[in-house]
Nanobody, 127 residues
C-alpha cells in the first residue's frame, strides 16, 4: 500500500521557519530514496532536497542550500524538511516523494517524478 502524507505547512513571515513532515507507509519507505518537490503557481516543479536510502547522503537545490535540511526517522518511516530563513519565493505546494535510487537525465528528481510516488502536498506561504 503506497502512502505518503505531508503535514506541517502553513503561513509564515519572511525569515521564519517551518518543519514539514511526511509519514510514509512501510511499503513506500523501505528501500526507497526520499525527497521533497515544490511547485508554485505558474512555475515548473522543482526538486528541493533528497536523501539517499542507504547512507543518508543528501542533495539540495541551490536555491535552498544552507537554509533547508532534509532528514529521516527510519524507526517511524518519516521524512522531514526543516526550512529556515524562509523567503517569499519559497511559497509553493511542497510534495513528499519516494523512489528507487535511479536517475533520469542525470536527475533523481526527474526519475522520481516519472516512476516514483508522491503525496498530496502541503502548502507553504511566506509573506
Amino acid at each position: 500500500h503506497v502512502q505518503l502524507v505531508e503535514s506541517g505547512g502553513g503561513s509564515v513571515r519572511a525569515g521564519g521557519s517551518l518543519r514539514l513532515s511526511c509519514a510514509a507507509s512501510l511499503h513506500t519507505y523501505s528501500g526507497n530514496c526520499m525527497g521533497w518537490f515544490r511547485q508554485a503557481p505558474g512555475k515548473e516543479r522543482e526538486g528541493v532536497a533528497r536523501i539517499w536510502r542507504d547512507y543518508g547522503n543528501t542533495h539540495y537545490a541551490d536555491s535552498v542550500k544552507g537554509r533547508f535540511t532534509i532528514s529521516k526517522d527510519n524507526a517511524n518511516n518519516t521524512l522531514y524538511l526543516q526550512m529556515n530563513s524562509l523567503k517569499p519565493e519559497d511559497t509553493a505546494t511542497y510534495y513528499c516523494a519516494a523512489a528507487r535510487p535511479g536517475r533520469l537525465g542525470g536527475s533523481w528528481f526527474k526519475y522520481a517524478a516519472a516512476f516514483g510516488y508522491r503525496g498530496q502536498g502541503t502548502q507553504v506561504t511566506v509573506s
